[in-house]
């Protein structure tokens, strides 16, 4: 006899089906009872945990970007060097094997599935900003530890850090569009960033 789960336990179960299901799949081709199945619940289960599809999605959204917070607080806390704090974050990213972390694709998805809907754009703006803030105090912090040069606007940068991982997702999705630029993009943007004239090797991740 199969073990009930408890009730949060259940819900978050649910949540990482989810995660994983619309990361690689699409929003409007999910469907609540294939994310119920894969999550060994049935639908009504999964409503008394989230209201509604949208509802879900949300918290895919939400759950995405605490899984990358980690991911990049963890790539800081691992280099020692403030003027490589920014590129090991890029870094992580692209080679994490965790589609879950993969914030961008869906940021895309949002963007191309569920533009119509106010609720997931009003969303997405204020999740796009607060990424945003992170990644600009990163920068900020870096500057102060004498790692990014002070005259860089972190703001700026940090909008331009996002940009990257954005166009590195459309590449890996439309296939290898930028792949053979990717290694020059990183380190003139490093150069740009800390002034270093011989940056480290950047590793080309698949598909970009």
Known sequence: MATRLPAEQRKAAVLDCAC??????????TTTAEIARVAGVTEPV???HFESKR???????????????????????????????????????????DAKVQCADLWVQALTEASDDPEIRKF???????????????????QQAGGILPDREASAEAWIFIAIGLLGTV????????????PTIIAERRRWMTGLDDPPEVPVPPGI
């Open 20 to 29: 994983g299901i619309f990361s690689t799949g699409s929003y409007r081709g």
């Open 124 to 142: 997405l703006k204020l999740q796009m900003s607060d990424v945003h803030n992170y990644v600009a105090d990163v920068i900020r912090r870096s």
């Open 46 to 48: 999964l409503y008394r």
């Open 55 to 97: 509802d879900l999605y949300l918290s895919v959204l939400d759950e995405s970007w605490r899984r990358l917070r980690e991911l990049w607080q963890a790539a800081v806390d691992a280099e020692p060097d403030p003027k490589l704090w920014v590129g090991a974050m890029g870094q992580a990213y692209f080679q994490a094997k």
């Open 171 to 182: 590449g890996r999705r439309v296939g290898g569009l930028i792949q053979d630029d990717f």
